[in-house]
Each structure stands twice: as structure tokens, then as C-alpha cells.
């Protein structure tokens, strides 16, 4: 099935750095999400894009729709220990009709580690 | 509370022996969906339902079944389950596919 390449697969860094992130993909894509699953947890959104070359922002995080949609970015600024956890891509392709409207992929996730 | 949840939350199971895992949203949301994760492979896809009655394949179909007899429970059924289905379920809801998913808890298969 269709993939979306997100990396980097795991991140450690201290408290106060920004982290950046992103997903690729060889298709076309017309809907970007991000979501976070803590530990234990099934994932939460964090940021929705709709439109190529969005740039979103949600508190410390900001996402952006890339302009060729086949990628997209989540920073997240001043890291805290709290910020630990998988991150997730996930994409609706684009003009995805009839009965693949549906469909939902997913990236293989970011880990990230926040060193207090 | 507006919530997804699962049942059972721990399976541990052996090979052929058919469970269903099941799924259970109370915010009257059109969509939902199945997925599987494993490390370094993310959530992929199993099934989804646009709605009553209507479900079809996602990325990774093979050796399970759905149905959606109503519109709040979305039941994943593994009729003859293999060692390779041993994972991590989730199931998920929303008015939409491209709108905020809300995700159960999670179910720990585990087949012997």
C-alpha cells in the first residue's frame, strides 16, 4: 500500500531545544494530519492542514502543507519533557474517489526523548 | 463523555481460534476505522466504514473481517487468527476521514 516516509524515526534532545519533522511521499496528497500518541495511549490530533501551503500553528507547534503536497513539516519550538511520545503523519490522497475516499495513511512515526 | 472504546483491551489467544475484538463510539460519528501498529511500521490501515453498512479494504485487509450493523459499533473479527496478527489494535472514529479521529484505548492481541 501506499507509503509516507516520515523522519526522523526517533529524536533525543534536551529540554528548551526545537524539534523539527516531516513526511514525504511519492503521491499527491490533499489532506495532512498530525498526531501525537503518548505512552500507553491511542494517538491525538494535533494539527489538521486542508490546503497546499498551509502553515498552522497550535501553541508551540507548527505544521505546514507542503506546496507540492506531496510533503509536510511539524516543528515543535522550546521542547518539554511532556513532549515525549510517537508522532505521527498521516495523509488522504488526493482526489481519492469512490470507495478509496476513505482510506487513511499513516507514517512509520517519529520518537521523540526529551532529556530534562 | 465522549470516548471510543474497545474490548478486550489484552487478548491472548492461539492460532485458529476466532475472536472479535470490539469497538464502540458514542459521539455519532460517520467514519471509523481499524488500524494495526508495529514498531517501525507506524498504523496501517485494516478496514473502514463510511457509514451503516458500508466498509471497505484498507491497506493491510488480509485475514480480518468487519461489519457495521449500526452506526456506534464497529466490530474487527479474526476468523482464524495467525501469529503475524499478533499487534497492537486501534480503532477510530470521526464525522469524517480527514477530520480529528478519536482513538480507543487500544487492544493487545497476542496469538500463540
Known amino acids: 500500500g501506499q507509503q509516507l516516509n516520515q523522519s526522523p524515526q526517533s529524536m533525543f534532545i534536551q529540554e528548551g531545544e526545537d524539534v523539527s519533522m516531516n513526511c514525504t511521499s511519492s503521491?499527491?496528497?490533499?489532506?495532512w494530519l498530525w498526531y501525537k500518541q503518548d505512552p500507553g495511549e491511542g494517538p491525538v490530533l494535533l494539527i489538521a492542514l486542508y490546503k497546499a501551503g498551509e502553515l498552522t500553528s497550535n501553541g508551540r507547534l507548527t505544521a505546514q502543507f507542503g506546496i507540492t503536497r506531496k510533503d509536510s513539516f511539524l516543528n515543535i519550538s522550546a521542547s518539554i519533557p511532556s513532549d515525549v511520545g510517537i508522532y505521527f503523519c498521516a495523509g488522504q490522497l488526493f482526489n481519492a474517489g469512490g470507495t478509496s475516499y476513505g482510506k487513511l495513511t499513516f507514517g512509520q512515526g517519529t520518537i521523540l526523548t526529551v532529556h530534562p | 463523555e465522549a470516548q471510543v472504546t474497545q474490548n478486550p483491551r489484552y487478548l491472548i489467544t492461539v492460532t485458529g481460534k476466532k475472536l472479535t475484538v470490539t469497538c464502540s463510539q458514542n459521539?455519532?460519528?460517520?467514519?471509523m476505522s481499524w488500524y494495526r501498529q508495529d514498531p517501525g511500521l507506524g498504523l496501517r490501515q485494516i478496514y473502514y466504514?463510511?457509514?451503516?453498512?458500508?466498509?471497505d479494504k484498507g491497506d493491510v485487509p488480509e485475514g480480518y473481517k468487519v461489519s457495521r450493523k449500526e452506526k456506534r459499533n464497529f466490530p474487527l473479527i479474526l476468523e482464524s487468527p495467525s501469529p503475524n496478527q499478533t499487534s497492537l489494535y486501534f480503532c477510530?472514529?470521526?464525522?469524517?476521514?480527514?477530520?480529528?479521529?478519536?482513538f480507543g484505548p487500544g487492544t493487545r492481541l497476542t496469538v500463540l
Open positions: 477510530a472514529s470521526s464525522f469524517y476521514p480527514a477530520s480529528e479521529q478519536f
Open positions: 466504514s463510511m457509514n451503516v453498512e458500508v466498509t
Open positions: 503521491s499527491i496528497f490533499n489532506t
Open positions: 459521539m455519532n460519528h460517520e467514519y
